[in-house]
């Protein structure tokens, strides 16, 4: 049975929220906020006037602008959509436009060098709270998003030492009516866990499907059409928008290449379980490994229906 988002809210938690970047994250955030009265009212930025063409079609926002400035002046939350590479530009554009107190966060995978852009670009009267909801889909766009992708996720809070208590607490109650669970850690502590949660498990699967393209003794045709279960999960996972993984390769570069490190050993020390025929070692590797799995499906941040239960989730919960 599929998870919906619970009843609206009696009071929203902002008056007005600005979200920059109407992709998958942007528009999801702006079809669960509306659900829920999270906000009274939300206004959309974005580069792009197709995006922001899109937007206003599908009624996500109650206002649509490509002026940074003009976006978030009244704003009581200013949400960053965009790639974690833009957030320095961006918070350097909004900072003279934001009203007293205003808090804003953001939705990147990477934690550390944003909160380092962010706390270097924005006024002190801003309240920065950055966070990371662990949820998403390989699809982009506004139509991309729906309002359930937050229920039962994992939303990261990263706020800086010395943060406004009540900033946070707001930022909490907002991801916790969308349906997030909410937890609060070190930026460090974040990146260093999404490295192998996330970051590194993305690049396995950009360079399984590299691989598979690049070999001369299979066409390409072999390879999509002969495609097994495993291809096509690593296939759904090298679908993800480009911009945004090259920035979180190259932001959190520290804590990849460490976690790559760790995998480079796990891997030769695979490689001669198999030279060397021991079966035990590969039965009692692939046992764990399945633990896990199973552990993950039991926490309820995974479902073991085809297709990991995501086209039921987005066909219950229609575009707009």
Excluded at 210 to 223: H, I
Aim: charged share 25%; hydrophobic share 45%.
């Amino acid at each position: 049975m599929v998870e919906r988002l619970g009843p609206p809210l009696d009071e929203p938690i902002f008056d007005e929220l600005a979200i920059i970047g109407v992709g998958l994250i942007g528009s999801s955030v702006a079809r669960a906020a509306r659900k829920r009265n999270a906000v009274r009212r939300i206004v959309l930025a974005d580069r792009s006037q197709e995006t922001l063409a899109r937007a206003a079609d599908l009624t996500l926002g109650d206002e649509t602008t490509n002026e940074l400035k003009v976006a978030v002046r009244n704003a009581d939350c200013v949400l960053l959509c965009a790639p974690v590479g833009a957030n320095e530009e961006i918070g350097g554009a909004i900072a003279p436009a934001l009203k007293a107190g205003a808090i804003v966060s953001d939705v990147g995978s990477v934690k550390g060098a944003v909160l380092s852009a962010l706390q270097a670009a924005l006024p002190a009267h801003a309240r920065l709270v950055p966070a990371h909801p662990v949820a998403g889909t390989e699809q982009s766009g506004p139509d991309a998003g729906f309002a359930a992708l937050f229920i039962n996720r994992w939303c990261i809070l990263t706020p800086p030492e010395r943060a406004d208590p009540k900033a946070v607490e707001r930022v909490r109650a907002f991801w916790e009516a969308l349906g997030s669970h909410v937890q609060t850690m070190s930026a460090e502590h974040h990146d260093l866990v999404l490295a192998i949660t996330s970051h590194v498990p993305h690049l396995i699967a950009y360079n399984i499907v590299g691989t598979a393209a690049d070999l001369e003794e299979v066409t390409r045709s072999e390879v999509i059409k002969f495609s097994a279960g495993g291809f096509r999960d690593f296939t759904r996972i090298a679908a993800s928008d480009p911009t945004m993984w090259r920035d979180v390769f190259l932001y959190n570069k520290d804590a990849v290449l460490e976690m790559l490190g760790r995998f480079n050993e796990d891997l030769t020390a695979l490689q001669r379980m198999i030279r060397r025929g021991d079966g035990d070692g590969l039965f009692d590797l692939f046992t764990r490994t399945r633990a896990i799995r199973m552990g993950i499906v039991a926490e309820g941040q995974e479902t073991s229906a085809p297709d990991f239960g995501r086209r039921g989730l987005q066909a219950d919960e229609p575009a707009s």
